[in-house]
């Protein structure tokens, strides 16, 4: 196990004997060394899990300080919690870089990741050592910091951070650069989601929306509330992929807009789904494919796959035959669309994710599976299909009035009435 070396005393030896000389008490006489009075005393020296031999120095009348990290040296080996004193010797930013490194390296991604950690990690955690997060209170002065800022980020947005810079750590505890992760002691408050229901569009605002979009952007309404597209997916609507026998979309491409690059790449979450089209919403995009010819776009392709470039015939372009970015698209068409119909536009409701909503809940009205719903809108899971719309469900509570009604008829026909509507 662990040992203290005195590097400014060592045993006396008999020059003639090479035996070591030993006092009246039967003990090795000491002599200084060649390093006496030179340094740091007291070495202590052990073998890591490795068998790599580790050491640390304290010293002259720092005996009891070399003896306690002794044991404490030796404890951590029997636990099998010992962790080498070097190793969080680390900035967190350095050792960030390496970890994203093994993960998503989609584009995408990657740029969402990068921005919450320039943002909202790096100022203040990215020059820190590792071992520096070995209590809490970096991460409490961290999170403070956040909320101290002249324009706060978002609860929700500190909360991705905050997890992201929790799964750093993790990896750290377990590539045995630190102890324990701060992020989950018990006295760490993360920042707390902030849900925000769900709430569809009456018909009469998706219609006046509708009459107010600029001729060539119409299509928006049918690829948004009738497919329940993402604003990415619709940019990339080709009518190709319809199949007018089954009547179904096959959802196979979005645009994106990375590092300022255009690309065409697979949907969110790299999954291509196919969608139930409805008869007016064809007729509503072939009557404008009349009007407005697609158009053959090539732009990169933004998976790390043997394709280089892709080339779509995109249904909806703007009036020089090219597509806009999202962000140009909201501010140039989008939002102006909201004053011209006489309509307030709010942040977290009137995006045009409003009529993908839409489409949900127009879905579960008609009794469409969460099963079935999660595949229509490509989710990871049926879980977050059914957390984000279990509210629009229809009860059984209507369904149930209804049976009993058919055996007891109510005698009150207004009543009778209200009830079966």
Known sequence: ????????????????????????????????????????????????????????????????????????VENDLYAGTYTDPNAGKVEFKTYTKTVLAGRSQDESTVESVSAKLESQVYPLLGRKLLSSFATPDVIRKWLAWMNAQDEPASANYQRQAFDLVCSILDAAVADGKIKSNPCRDKSIQAPTFVARQVTPWPD??????????????????????????RQGEIFAFSLDNVDRDTMVYHCTRQMVTVGGVRKFKLPKG????DIPLGDGVLEDL???????????????????????????????????????????????????TFKKAGLSYEDHNDGMHAMRHLFASLMLERGVTIKELAAFLGHASEGFTLKTYVHLMPTSYHRARQAVNDIFKPRRTARGAEETA
């Not at 600029?214 to 497919?227: D, H, I, M, S």
């Not at 790299?270 to 789904?273: N, V």
Request: charged share 35%; net charge positive; with cysteine.
């Open 1 to 72: 196990m662990a040992h203290i070396q005195d590097r400014w005393y060592q045993d006396k030896k008999d020059p003639d004997t090479g035996e070591i000389v030993l006092n009246s008490k039967g003990k090795p006489v000491q002599e200084p060394t060649a390093d006496h009075g030179k340094g740091l005393r007291y070495k202590v020296r052990y073998l890591d899990p490795d068998k790599v031999e580790r050491s640390r120095s304290f010293p002259d009348k720092k005996l009891e300080e070399a003896k306690k990290y002794k044991t404490k």
């Open 286 to 336: 072939d009557a404008y494919a009349e009007l407005y010819p697609p158009v053959s776009i090539t732009l990169p392709w933004g998976e790390r796959d043997s394709r280089k470039f892709e080339t779509v015939k995109v249904l909806m372009v703007n009036g020089a035959g090219d597509l806009y970015t999202r962000q140009a698209f909201n501010n140039v068409i989008w939002r102006p």
């Open 270 to 273: 790299h999954k291509t789904r």
């Open 204 to 229: 009469a605002r998706l219609r006046r929306v509708e009459l107010a979009l600029p001729a060539r952007f119409k299509p928006c309404v049918p690829l948004g509330a009738g497919l329940g597209l």
